[in-house]
């Protein structure tokens, strides 16, 4: 069975203090794998599509590798408004979209 | 601006009566699909449209029912609506089932 599992489950961090969430993946024959931030209460907004192994992408502070098995975003010197729920998701071969439960990150002042 | 639309955005309702949920996009996209998120179990898929008239279940079809009678809609129907029902429901599109999905706002049902 097609599985995402992410970690941790919650993060807090001070301001400044860099890190990374994890999304490891059991799919076979991953079509993509897709980042979003979600605020409380809305919609899932579109962040980063990797397609294979080797990629990287960058936005701001935010920077999102593909291995073969996991993708890793990095969160470098985060601000307050980077607080949010941070989703990961695979696409299978089946072009369905299995998303993992989610990376709730909290940055404080 | 390009943007995916649900309403209503809030709703409550009592066991079996019947209620659709709208959605729309403004962007010519081929795929459609709705999605509820619940605590704990994350992000669902609940049907999906590639195209006019061409729908299809996902995970959890149970309960409702969907139509594609025009390419910038898609309602969810819930023809008797039970409390396990009760959750956060997203709409999103994309130009096609191998494109990135962008989500609507949400609709959070409260079914008594």
């Known amino acids: 069975e097609d599985q995402v599992t992410q970690s941790p489950e919650a993060l807090r961090l001070q301001e400044g203090e860099s890190s990374s969430l994890n999304c490891s993946y059991t799919?076979?024959?991953?079509?993509?794998l897709f980042w979003y931030r979600q605020d409380p209460g809305k919609g899932p907004e579109f962040l980063f599509t990797?397609?294979?192994a080797g990629e990287e992408k960058e936005k701001e502070r935010l920077k999102a590798t593909l291995t073969k098995k996991e993708s890793f975003l990095h969160i470098t010197a985060p601000k307050p408004e980077d607080s949010a729920t941070y989703l990961c998701?695979?696409?299978?071969?089946?072009?369905?979209?299995?998303f993992g439960k989610g990376t709730s990150l909290l940055v404080t002042p | 601006e390009a943007q995916v639309t649900q309403n209503p955005r809030y709703l409550i309702t009592v066991t079996g009566k019947k209620l659709t949920v709208t959605c729309s996009q403004n962007?010519?996209?081929?795929?459609m699909s709705w999605y509820r998120q619940d605590p704990g179990l994350g992000l669902r898929q609940i049907y999906y449209?590639?195209?006019?008239?061409?729908?299809d279940k996902g995970d959890v079809p149970e309960g409702y029912k969907v139509s594609r009678k025009e390419k910038r809609n898609f309602p969810l129907i819930l023809e008797s609506p039970s409390p396990n029902q009760t959750s956060l429901y997203f709409c999103?599109?994309?130009?096609?089932?191998?494109?990135?999905?962008?989500f609507g706002p949400g609709t959070r049902l409260t079914v008594l």
């Open positions: 999103a599109s994309s130009l096609s089932r191998l494109d990135t999905q962008y």
């Open positions: 799919v076979s024959g991953l079509r993509g």
């Open positions: 990797l397609y294979s």
């Open positions: 998701a695979v696409q299978t071969p089946g072009y369905a979209l299995n």
């Open positions: 962007m010519n996209h081929e795929y």
């Open positions: 449209s590639m195209n006019v008239e061409v729908t």
